[in-house]
């Protein structure tokens, strides 16, 4: 099977690197936020409020497009399930990053030794079409957004991976939800016993 995945906070924790360089370069820390405000769900908001809206976009610009792929962390288990899946199945990254930002992910996946069989760009573009086009059994992806256009219909099976800023958003009843990685490998499983 064909398997799309998701680079930022699926893969690899973006949010982590982004709250450590902006703990670095402003003092404020996003962890130390959220706990005082456990019943605010747009994390977003939060750190707006913290920043300031102009200072936060240039930081979250400024840090995608530069070279972080030795000091991103990878989610828990990802690696490893990456690395058992990609001995059995063609795994495509599929990121909403543009090609000028694909400077971290490609250098993590070199770093990593994780080879895929494709790398897909959409420049924040709906990645329903980029499933079809590349064939994609199922799709990994953190963001609800994204399978806003993977209607009951789509031959790709939208997978949604368990982060704190989805928490709270509806889901389709078609979207296939895991909380971690090795439930995410189980799913593919089930997936393959369904072919």
Avoid: Q
């Amino acid at each position: 099977m064909r398997l799309g995945i998701d680079f930022d906070n699926t893969l690899a924790d973006f949010g982590g690197l982004l709250r450590a360089i902006t703990l670095e370069r402003t003092g404020v820390d996003f962890r130390a936020i959220r706990a005082a405000n456990p019943d605010v769900a747009d994390i977003e908001a939060l750190c707006y409020a913290a920043v300031g809206r102009e200072r936060f976009d240039a930081l979250s610009a400024e840090i995608v497009l530069a070279d972080h792929s030795t000091r991103i962390e990878s989610r828990p288990g990802a690696i490893e399930v990456m690395r058992r899946l990609g001995a059995r199945h063609e795994i495509v990254l599929l990121t909403a990053r543009s090609e000028a930002e694909s400077v971290t992910p490609r250098r993590w996946l070199e770093h990593h030794g994780l080879r895929v069989a494709g790398f897909v760009t959409t420049a924040t573009g709906p990645k329903a079409t980029h499933a079809i086009e590349h064939s994609l059994a199922a799709h990994l992806d953190d963001s609800v957004a994204v399978f806003e256009a993977f209607d009951d219909a789509h031959p790709t099976v939208p997978v949604l991976m368990a982060h704190p800023m989805n928490a709270a958003h509806p889901r389709a009843a078609h979207w296939r939800s895991v909380e971690d990685w090795l439930a995410f490998e189980r799913l593919v499983e089930t997936l393959e016993r369904e072919r």
